[in-house]
């Protein structure tokens, strides 16, 4: 007897296209996160790079502030297409983010220093448009409504995401090694392996979105959308601010980790070793990351996204007091460090679950509330929140290295090490509040604040109800 074929939105069609379609997106919070920074301070040739990319992060924030509410604006009052209402952005988005992610891993050389600044800002801008412009959660929500099937819809692409990543994991290993294969000239080799990695995932990405159906429940959602109905949708949905309030404090417990730790391995256990070390923190990364995501199903099978946003949030928090503690002696055995960092990695692997179902059970509130979804500005807050968690990581690491003006050329010069020279005991202990201490206080933070978390109980209950009850009879609406 054959096997049913499975329907949409769980149709291998639909599961591979979700699967491939955010790959842009996890190439830029994997670059931005973990060594856009290290790239500019260490090997693209600025002077005062520490500084620039401080200014041009807080800069960014200041322009998303403007930038991501009117590209939520544009999506939500965009006609729906024979393509789709989201689609249509998507696709443009991952074309943005893909040459954007080029241009800023290849900063010319020969040219003077201002004018790498202009093109290091013209990089950065098209990054945040193009990621603003991929709107993967509200395209996800037109899909279904059914908590356990957006959870399967989510579970699968996540793994695929994951595994995808792993070139990103040891991006700064490979880069490194065709450094030194160009004659040591490791900016060549960042600009290098950026262009042989995204290029081919911008490609899968575009051809998984364009393998998409989009949903039928963006239809609701065509009326024109003005100033009042955002004001209304901000005033009437707490779920969507306590939620975002949240997400944008405890989501940057994995920022800040990703954006100091680099410098830490770097120098707690010797540059010489810096790429073995960066490999094995990658491998780290990906194994615990994928686990986390594997495990989400069954650990979190019986709770809500809340009660699994309480869980994840102390499952990082713990190991990371453990690291900062033993940090107080000294820089913590490797040996012992990258035990507990993989340990908080399967946290935030399995964290991703019950955020992303409640940023589309946020989607859903705007629905029952008031009959239109904005999935739209939902989507363009949530994007303006994972980028100001970037943004915040790499303003404090950068506030950290200019304390102490940081130098790496120095530090890895001969005359330096010939002279007896060490490094400043202050970038230990300023690097250990960023990428353990700071997480810590932030997930308590993102806990407390989730407190007041309205979905929940008979109140979500209902709300799901009333919503299946107006798609079984639209006549009454």
Request: hydrophobic content about 50%.
């Amino acid at each position: 007897m054959k096997k049913a074929r499975k329907e949409y939105p769980l149709d291998p069609k639909t599961i591979f296209g979700l699967s491939t379609m955010r790959f842009t997106v996890v190439a830029g919070s994997s670059l931005m996160t973990s060594a856009f920074m290290l790239y500019l301070t260490d090997y693209s040739g600025m002077k005062n790079a520490a500084l620039i990319a401080t200014i041009l992060l807080l800069a960014g924030r200041i322009l998303d502030a403007i930038d991501d509410p009117l590209q939520g604006w544009i999506m939500d009052n965009s006609k729906r297409t024979k393509i789709g209402k989201f689609k249509p952005f998507m696709l443009g988005g991952i074309i943005t983010t893909t040459l954007a992610l080029l241009l800023l891993f290849n900063t010319p050389s020969g040219i003077a220093e201002w004018g790498k600044i202009v093109l290091l800002s013209l990089g950065y801008i098209l990054y945040e448009i193009g990621y603003s412009f991929q709107p993967d959660y509200a395209l996800k929500s037109t899909m279904t409504q059914d908590a356990k099937v957006r959870e399967k819809l989510l579970i699968v692409p996540r793994v695929v995401e994951t595994l995808i990543a792993v070139p990103f994991s040891f991006f700064i290993t490979i880069a490194l090694a065709l450094g030194a294969a160009f004659g040591g000239n490791n900016h060549a080799g960042f600009g290098v392996t950026a262009a042989i990695i995204v290029i081919p995932l911008g490609i899968l990405a575009f051809i998984g979105a364009a393998l998409v159906k989009e949903g039928p429940y963006s239809v609701e959602s065509e009326e024109s959308i003005g100033i009042k109905e955002l004001a209304q949708m901000f005033r009437e949905n707490k779920p969507l601010w306590i939620s975002q309030l949240s997400g944008l404090i405890g989501g940057c417990s994995f920022t800040f980790i990703m954006a100091a730790i680099t410098y830490y391995i770097k120098w707690a256990y010797r540059p010489e070793n810096f790429g073995t070390n960066s490999a094995v923190w990658g491998a780290c990364i990906l194994l615990g990351m994928v686990i986390g995501t594997v495990l989400a199903g069954p650990l979190l099978k019986n709770r809500t996204p809340l009660q699994g946003a309480y869980i994840c949030y102390a499952g990082q928090a713990i190991p990371l007091v453990v690291i900062f503690v033993l940090n107080l002696f000294g820089a913590v055995n490797f040996f012992v460090f990258i035990p507990l960092m993989f340990v908080v990695m399967i946290f935030a692997g399995m964290n991703y679950i019950p955020g992303s179902m409640i940023n589309m059970e946020c989607m859903d509130f705007n629905h029952w509330k008031r009959g239109v979804g904005m999935e739209g500005m939902v989507q363009a807050i949530n994007n303006f929140t994972i980028k100001a968690q970037t943004a915040l990581a790499g303003l404090a690491t950068g506030a950290v290295l200019v304390a102490i003006q940081y130098d790496a050329t120095l530090y890895e010069s001969e005359t330096f090490l010939a002279a007896g020279g060490t490094i400043p005991s202050t970038l230990y202990t300023g690097l250990a509040i960023v990428f353990a201490l700071i997480p810590v206080l932030l997930s308590a933070a993102a806990a407390l604040i989730l407190i007041a978390y309205p979905l929940k109980g008979e109140l979500r209950e209902q709300m799901y109800r009333e919503l299946k009850e107006r798609r079984n009879n639209p006549i009454s609406d």
